[in-house]
């Protein structure tokens, strides 16, 4: 399994109830991807939300967030973790 870190934008004023809300959402049904969501972190005055996870691949972890309704804009392999 590797990690990827994703990044979505134009979440602008998110509180930390949405976050949880949405982390939850992929928790929810992360299994059905053979996938797992570590973490998210959110900026509420960029709107920008990161997210680490440990999956097969870039595309499950894209295919979860698009079944939660939250699809990322970018999803970043992460090969080195000290």
Excluded at 49 to 55: D, N, P, W
Excluded at 62 to 77: A, C, K, L, N
Aim: charged share 25%; proline share 6%; hydrophobic share 35%.
């Amino acid at each position: 399994m590797s990690k990827f870190m994703d990044v979505h934008h134009g979440m602008e004023g998110i509180t930390a109830d949405e976050l949880a809300r949405a982390h939850q959402a992929d928790l929810d049904i992360e299994q059905e991807e053979n996938v797992h969501f570590e973490a998210a972190w959110a900026d509420p005055e960029s709107g920008t939300v990161y997210c680490l996870s440990e999956a097969p691949s870039a595309e499950a972890v894209q295919r979860i967030h698009e079944r939660t309704g939250h699809s990322p804009d970018e999803v970043h392999p992460v090969p080195l973790q000290i």
